[in-house]
């Protein structure tokens, strides 16, 4: 398998912009998180999926943010408007539930979102 | 008080050392404590997880729990330059798939 693959692999967007992030989660996995991580406030959850329904979205940050998951293979963030502020690593990891204690998450390698 | 704590670092350690990460929870209800790998500019890597109380022990890795404590730690002897990175500890609640991570201790070897 591939791995967890993330589109674009960098973006740069000027304020005010929708920006749309995506995600391919490993073939089978039936969990999905979006994570953000900047510098300041490390790795944070900001929504996840199982077997593609939101269960937890506490973590988004406003509603300038929205998480879909309209198939097993495919999700997308998006951030409408874009703000300076959210400038972070946005990573998406996939997970198999079958073992409640060990859930591996495998990460993909991130989206870096620069708005100016 | 932050859910996962950990000191920042950067922890500096001579090559063939053993180098010592540690890692507080807050939540008594956590089952699963893992511990990721991060290099400059890449995602987090699984080197590995525990549950039970105690040691336990993957290569030069070993990854320590005292739930009454709500501590975790992971050595890595013989340390490498290799290992230099950013440490993530990661908990898991009783119920919940969803991880909380620390914000990483950075780890510095030198040759």
Redesign the interface.
Known sequence: DAGVIQSPRHEVTEMGQEVTLRCKPISGHDYLFWYRQTMMRGLELLIYFNNNVPIDDSGMPEDRFSAKMPNASFSTLKIQPSEPRDSAVYFCASSLGRDRRATEAFFGQGTRLTVV | QKEVEQNSGPLSVPEGAIASLNCTYSDRGS??F?WYRQYSG?????IM?I?SNGDKEDGRFTAQLNKASQYVSLLIRDSQPSDSATY?C?V?ATG?????????TRLLVSP
């Open positions: 089952q699963s893992f890449k995602s987090p890597e699984l997880f549950y993530l990661a898991k919940f798939q969803k991880l909380v991570f620390g914000t990483g």
